[in-house]
């Protein structure tokens, strides 16, 4: 059965210090908890953080997790890291193909599909991105954009290898906009996909893949969106920048 997870996307923010201070928050907030909710916890700290985070959080029910990588194992690629020195500080899941990456820092299918390689054979776990910009949604062209996201940067992969992806379907439009796809949007794009997912592989590995949405999910909207049949959770950026608003989150489940 496929698992619910709420991922927080920290992006480029925090420095040690609040790096620090949010763990802890966070470590209380799940201590006190009166029930243990249904989905997993992850954070995807900055680069910098990870080994601290990932120290700090290593006894915890919270993964850490990176936001992106390089497919290449090691060698010059000034300023980049690799799959290897994320296993090394014990960090075995990783964000790839989130919006901002692919639109600021030109990463397309084919760079991606890459980077799901690499990642996969080093044995990490993947939360894939993909999303169409408002524009795609206009033109009623949306469908198509995420089936080519999914397509060309996945439908490679063996069966087996999808017990390690995890989906996060992020209308661009909806990123840091305070907008969000409606609850319906959201559950029709996400059927879409694991019909998608069936039709290549069967029922066996999309009934049993996560599909996380993402885009502007708050305390305030977060039961109706995951409560969803087919949304198994969420990436949140700007809200889980607070460790109160963040366990609301994980809590709607
Ligand atoms: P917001 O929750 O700030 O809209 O960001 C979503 C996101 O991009 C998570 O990866």
């Known amino acids: ?114 980077k799901v390689d690499a990642a996969l054979e080093n044995n990490m776990r993947i939360v894939f991105c993909f999303g169409e910009k408002l524009e795609d949604r206009n033109s009623e062209n949306h469908f198509n954009v995420v089936e080519g996201q999914i397509k060309n940067a996945l439908f490679h992969l063996e069966a087996e290898s999808w017990k390690s992806i995890v989906l996060a379907y992020e209308p661009v439009w909806a990123i840091g906009t305070g907008e969000t796809a409606s609850p319906e949007q959201a559950q029709e794009m996400h059927a879409f996909i694991r019909n998608l997912v069936a039709s290549k592989y069967g029922e066996s590995v999309s009934e049993n893949v996560s599909i996380l949405y993402g885009g502007s999910v708050k305390p305030a909207n977060a039961k109706e969106i995951f409560s969803n049949p087919d949304v198994d959770g969420g990436l949140i950026g700007g809200a889980a920048l607070d460790a109160e608003s963040f366990m609301a989150i994980v809590n709607a489940f």
């Open 1 to 114: 059965m496929r698992k619910n997870i709420v991922a927080g996307n920290w992006k480029m923010n925090n420095d040690l210090a609040a790096t620090k201070t949010l763990i802890s928050e966070l470590e209380s907030q799940v201590k006190t908890r009166p029930d243990v909710s249904g989905a997993e916890m992850m954070i995807a700290p900055t680069f910098t953080n990870l080994m601290e985070a990932s120290k700090l959080l290593k006894e915890s029910d919270i993964e850490v997790i990176a936001q992106n990588m390089h497919f290449a194992e090691n060698g010059a690629y000034t300023g980049e890291i690799s799959a290897g020195m994320l296993k090394s500080i014990g960090v075995s899941t990783v964000i790839l193909g989130h919006s901002e990456r692919r639109e600021y820092f030109n990463e397309d299918d084919a760079i991606l599909k890459q």
